[in-house]
């Protein structure tokens, strides 16, 4: 609750206006003024380190500023995620940035040590899916997670899967990205006894439409302890997957 | 190519007709007088045995009827499928039919001998696809394979599956039937190396839009040698896998 | 790893087979036997008391074959869903089992002490929304969950969802399950700092496309931390959230 | 009615032409010279001093002609819609045009004074939503209205738009455009007690399948006083907002 | 703004308790009491005397309950919707309901004089399409407007429709209601110069998709001033008429 | 025109009213007053005989009620769609009514002598097909039709379809009736130089959706001529086929 | 029936082949040489002076060489559809070639008089179906008809429809081509009593879904005689009108 | 099994490891190791020569490298899918490669000798099938198949495809391949003896929807023993129509 509140309640304590002025007064405050807005609050506080900005359809201007601004307000990660090339490279004249091309992300200031309960594993049907995978991967590991991928494990060359079945099974959350038939969600999900993410992507052609074929699969997983997000949606999975990490 | 046409030419050749005579006669003759319905005739000489009515929408007499025709020509083994048990129940009264509730098939006769090349693995991913598999085991049998059942070896429990490799490597041919996520058929694609044909089930709720998405999950298998029939059509794939088990 | 192995290994060592007649021997176990089925086991030994029968399609006879085999294993406490109320009056006859109507569940045994790190809450949209809203309580609570449940709180009367935002943002997860247009997941989603799990239900009619309105609603969530499971699958969120409330 | 069906009627009444004359040539007449096309007159005289140009897939000197054309008739002020930059720069060189590029919206005369009972909100779920929702609100403004423009006021951030609601509950129409979920209607709808207008947008990626999501979310919507109009359809939802505004 | 507030500002005026104190106090206060809660009060006594209840899945007992309830809050007439016949008969036991078992919707209490600025129109394409209008049109009256029904006025009959084309330009607001394929909305938009709803209706059969075909119909209206509802939904575009019939 | 119009130009002819008494009169008239209702009674002048009643969701007394009011009006043909067997035996109590209970259509008074320009061909796919079929050739008989019926020809059996490629070459019109894959429409398309009529029906399962694949087969046929209807809509297709067939 | 079975027959009657020779060698020959493949000798007799080619994928190279092939077999009108601006521009030296740019048709040789029993209208919504609508007019027109252009004459505007109902009604066939809502089709099928062919376009945005909405509404009208083809294939309409417009 | 566990079988034997070690290193040792990676090792073997590069999204550098180590491998045939000319060329410039630029393949090594049972049909409905129909021949070349080729025989032209009954009747397999409305698939299955695979194409316009037109239809052949692959996966086509050819 902001100091207005307050110097309301303050004035009303001090006799110069009536309980009808603060009422009033209360009445238009803007809601965040109003206590709610703790929510945001309390996220920055928690999040520490990491802010996150969505780069898609912004000026590499507006960007810079809103590093500007963050770093004044003491954050010392910024993830920039969905950055072109261009963009990038215009930013990292007056800006110290590391870009990853394959995920189009920017991240601005130090990677924070990992702090989460365990580890996460991000997994890949294919080697397309990987752009999509490094999303989420880096998003977790700037908020501060230990990441294992595996790559190209998909469900139709099971060996090269179950020969990881043992990081699979030390991990705390599996993120399982995959196109096509979406299987490897389920295959993953049997395998281990944690959360997964499934992440389906629109790597594919023909009756994959668009990844429509891949949602559909790992949202009918018969394997329980699977949830789904939005196709190529790896910074939301990378999000979550830290969420769960960072149970305390 | 059956005598009119044979009588035809003889009159031609005899003198009683005109050429002109012989080109009108055989313009007229249906299709199937000009050699290509040997198709027809070429399949029941393959199969033996084995034909095949489809009971629904059938009267019991009308199944009877057509079973008595097919006796007289010859047919050893029928096979009814989408039988009733109400029409099952009347037909038995008259004829010598074992019928099976869950595939819900009848047949007429005894199954043949298997004279395939090797064996048709049946693999379900739950046990509400055995309806289906059992349609598909049972067409399969009636047309002389030998059939192994592996149900309820879902991917979510991939131990179960793999129990069974040596069955699945040893088949000549995979039927993979499973509903939800259909991520069985590209498993069992990956594992082995001879065609596995998918049947989509309509097992499952919400998100499944009625076997929709196991439809799609199999068609973008990405295991090689995976072909997919209509949702729930056992018959289909039981007929094809016979077809492919007796190349010669 | 079983006996089996291990006889082996003892009959190599002792002199009894040679290392080929060893390889074959390693080579032919099924998979389980591997050591790979360890999954399976340490899925049991941590859910502890609780075990899961899906009750669809099967008999009072066999779920209480089930039940009789669970108890022998020394399971404590038993979960049935989608139990009608005519299989749950037979299996009443002769086992102690409590139904609730609801949500269609039957339990067996004591329901555990909650040991998560936290509560659940369950919210929904409407009133209709509760036979799912329950499966989901009641499966977390089987699982040894603290749920708080805040029905009818759907975003076209935001106050009454505000009236409760002491009780999301104390929550380590919220499940939040609505019909028709499915805003309930972003709006709780941007109110707190925890998982929240979506489970879209088949409550509307006309455009809501038996869920898929809802589904896809969820799945586009613009609030981070959001992950969705399948149309009106109670059972599957509940089991998620116990998962992320036991994270250790 | 024009004056040709006046002259018939003087020519029968002054026994120039029979009744049966009368009758065929009544008879022969286009529709709108039998009154119905009052229609379009009635239209013209209530927007006064606005008219409407639809601009996409016109040359510019179309465009140009259609202006003309207006302007001899009295318009004031014109509209253009899907005017693109290149077309809008070339009917600049010889006509006073103000032009927006947010929008591709044109516009020609002076924005009339707001005449309307009340206030127009736009609302908007995030920024990418913006042009649409200048589309609309510049549509509004050009017939008469005053427009109050929310915009970022996506439900996932539920204080910035609860920190509006004076402006929310002042309008008189709320125009609620939002792609991705389209929660922003059905919380705007149960907020406000005036009617709302969804826009859905296309704004998003994968499973928003072109803002199927958010149409689907916003026909759904369990709010009072919500209806819907096409995607993307700024210009729709400005004018009915309009003629909801100019009730008399 | 509630007594809580109020006495806990008197309390901090009369220095019983702290500013501190009082913050806390304010911020823990149910949203509601914080003053939006206006929003539903507001509703209350704009509606006067009509107040709706969603029969569907509700016990003739619990309606009744909350048809006392509100009666004693002083509520004048009642709406219940989707009031199947064997409710309303045990209701009407107790209580004095008038039911119309075509649009199977509940009355309680008088339906009040209209009140609106002009009439509403509610035109169906068929006949089997006015159980939904008529929803439409009980909904508006017990809102206070006068109906003009227009029914089967199809427009593959234009004259029939055309007949009315009075009544329809005297509308204030018009409800276009069809199926199969909806195009009553767009003709009457082209005729008229008001609002015009527009409501799908699931009559039809084959590539209508229970109201699909009209609902993406109505939404592509080349017509400006219409805007759509969900398929059947007759009671929210008779509320929505209201909203817009009653504008001050 | 009707007499009312006549009056008006007669009064005005004999001085009684003024000129603008008569526009304003004419004005006023309905819109089937003014001729274009001629459509209708062209229609029936040219029809003769047969006139329609659509009995789904009719009372037998209603549909009773029509036939009387028809048979005033001199109908001598009457034919009743999609009527019940219930409907059809009350019916046939105080009316001399034909029922044909596999198209559910009821004729009464005679079918007339065909007059058409040449034969109709109605052809289907399976014999799931005939209830369609028949609705079409009743339809069309009806209509003073020669129709010639090809059943059960479906492409997985080309030389059925081919040893009637007389009749078929010899129609004027072809009605293509069949589900599933819904081939026949294109192959028919191929062979004939008149109109194809298609007519996709929801016989099948699985992936057929309700006829989907079937309309969206017929509708991207790459034969030239070929046209389409609503799913089971043998009435509109027979209908059709006679217009093409009266041509003159 | 060529001269090689002519040729057969008489070797047989020759007594230089014997009965088992011919059988054979009719059995050999391909399918067009056993008389079925009149079907293209009477297309092509039947129509006279007009071939078609999809110009589509094809080179101009491969375009003239079709076109000088056609010419010596006497064809006086060539129609190429789907033919590029560069295409026809190198067509064009070498070759006497009218293109029209709006519907990409190409025309070589002269449009023959017209022979049809009537007028064909081709109608339009809006002015951005026009190409579709040439599409239609031309082929119409090359195969011999009289064409009457109706353009931009949608339904929301109904009396610029109406102002042409003589042509309307003195048409054999009116092909109504329509994007958005589709509606044209129904209000003609109104009108008329004549065959509609109505043509879907792509034209509109948003939930048009590429014509997908357009061609549901022409599905479901409830105007009898209107039958649907692809969306933009006006070649398929006019085609088909020419049929039916040549009925004899 | 590799000589890992071999080594550990021996040491255990020669007493250098316990049992308890043995049980822990096999326990450990990757699944490929333990026997199951047979699958892959005996896919080798059997394809002898040829070897599969997905070339879609590999640079040409890549592809190269994955040549050399598949050379150093004895692997004698590669086949490169989906290359573009540009990774041709450059591939071209070190590696002797035959590149199509129809299928977009391309093939280092020699194609080896055809010895399936029997010769492989690839039929296409039309011209612009034919890169995909090449992608399944040059496939089943390139592991040994004799293949037939078919193209341009669709159903709209019956006589076409007729005529070539004969290569038809003696395939082993037949790849039938169309757009649009996919009736080929159903048309050969039931003229022929054998599997057919199905591969729908994205050739068409409108509501081919991409290809989901023929899939649909392929989906729902009435003939039996055809099944189906994804819509423009002419290379699965190709290596399940060569596994079963190699049937033994």
Known sequence: MNNDIRDTLQALKDGKITVDDAVLAIKKQPFEDLGYAKVDHHRKIRQGAAEVIYGAGKTPQQILGIIDSMKKDGVKTILITRLQDDQAN????????????????????????????????????GTSDIPVAEEAALTAEVHGNKV??????????????????????????????????????????????????????????????????????????????????????????GYLASMINHRY
């Open 148 to 237: 294992i991928r595996l790559y190209d494990v998909g469900v139709a060359g099971l060996h090269r899967l179950l020969s990881h079945v043992d990081e699979l099974m030390d991990a705390k959350v599996v993120i399982a990205i995959a196109g096509m038939e979406g299987a490897l969600a389920s295959v993953i999900g049997g395998l281990v006894d944690c959360p997964v993410i499934a992440v389906p992507t629109s790597v594919g052609y023909g009756a994959s439409f668009g990844g429509l074929s891949a949602l559909l699969s790992m949202l009918n997983s018969c394997a329980s302890g699977v949830s789904v997000v939005n196709i190529d949606n790896g910074f939301g999975a």
């Open 90 to 125: 215009i930013i990292s004249e007056t800006c110290d940035i590391k870009y990853d091309q394959t995920s189009r992300i920017g991240i601005v200031g130090e990677i924070p040590e990992a702090d989460g309960i365990g580890s996460i594993v991000v997994a890949t049907g």
